[in-house]
């Protein structure tokens, strides 16, 4: 499968400030990466889906301003969480997107985030 | 109604025998059908992949779908405690990489 990782692994803020979260696609070029949210004992939430070179595709409800994300190359998509506050507080986990819809799709080790 | 739907449980099975988890959905276009196993803090990894009607088996894992029924399950034979974790079904739609998950079963194999 594909291998995928994510930096920081944790980490704790202060509310109002930013985070930024790493998400690198190691052994395969991703046109795409889907950003998902996962809150304590629900399951996983699509945030966006980012394509290399254009502009992010946010799911309703979810604000584009806050959630800043960048797919700058093949092989590296960023989160960033800006302002953020307690209620941000969740893991967040990358997959990258695959060659077509019947492909399998891999996540990211996932980020959790605490903010204080 | 949710576009997938899974028995949050918990379901506690005895080490050794069969866990039964099941997941329906309820797009009639959705075109692929995926179990993830996630255990506690970390993120889901693959279990099973399934696409057509019938029974598709790995190891001690059976998938299986039913289109018509809208129906997909999985069945974990000689159940062992390292299975215990949460489990999650993915669909997604003819032409779209977006996956829906169910809010996945937490499974516990009591020894």
């Known amino acids: 499968g594909a291998v995928v990782s994510q930096h920081p692994s944790w980490v704790i803020c202060k509310s109002g400030t930013s985070v930024k979260i790493e998400c690198r696609s190691l052994d395969f070029q991703a046109t795409t990466m889907f950003w998902y949210r996962q809150f304590p004992k629900q399951s996983l939430m699509l945030m966006a889906t980012s394509n290399e070179g254009s502009k992010a595709t946010y799911e309703q409800g979810v604000e584009k301003d806050k959630f800043l994300i960048n797919h700058a190359s093949l092989t590296l998509s960023t989160l960033t969480v800006t302002s953020a506050h307690p209620e941000d507080s969740s893991f967040y986990i990358c997959?990258?997107?695959?060659?077509?819809?019947?492909?399998?799709?891999?996540f990211g080790p996932g980020t959790r985030l605490t903010v204080l | 109604q949710k576009e997938v739907e899974q028995n949050s449980g918990p379901l506690s099975v005895p080490e050794g025998a069969i866990a039964s988890l099941n997941c329906t959905y309820s797009d009639r276009g959705s075109q692929s059908f995926f179990w993830y196993r996630q255990y506690s803090g970390k993120s889901p990894e693959l279990i099973m992949s399934i696409y057509s009607n019938g029974d598709k088996e790995d190891g001690r894992f059976t998938a299986q779908l039913n289109k018509a029924s809208q129906y997909v399950s999985l069945l974990i034979r000689d159940s062992q405690p390292s299975d215990s974790a949460t489990y999650l079904c993915?669909?997604?739609?003819?032409?779209?990489?977006?996956?829906?998950f169910g809010t996945g079963t937490r499974l516990t194999i009591i020894p």
């Open positions: 993915a669909v997604n739609l003819i032409g779209n990489e977006k996956l829906t």
């Open positions: 997959s990258p997107g695959t060659s077509g819809p019947t492909d399998t799709q891999y």
